[in-house]
């Protein structure tokens, strides 16, 4: 027998029933489709910006490169936005 959770006939998986497997599948993927739409999101706003940023530099004749930067910074504060939901820091 292979080690970690194997599925079995009677559909449990590592001694979880199979509600409980669904349940946080389903809040798994809701919370990635959450995040990959948060991230989209401030990818386009921080792009916009950055790319708003270049035109304003090239007018004075100064190279600026760094849009891929934008996709990074989004993709962290998107995870600091997903936890901070998740704790209810808006709440408390």
Known sequence: MAYG????ENREVGGLSSPL??????????CRQ???MIALY????LGLLTLHKSMILA????????HGLALINALALSKVM???????????
Request: aromatic content about 16%; proline content about 0%.
């Open 34 to 36: 959450n995040g990959f």
């Open 5 to 8: 959770l194997v599925l079995h």
């Open 59 to 66: 007018e004075h004749r100064i190279d600026f490169t760094y």
């Open 82 to 92: 997903l936890v901070a939901r998740h704790l209810h820091w808006a709440t408390n």
């Open 42 to 45: 401030l990818w386009l706003i």
């Open 21 to 30: 497997v669904n349940k946080f599948s389903e809040r798994a993927n809701r």
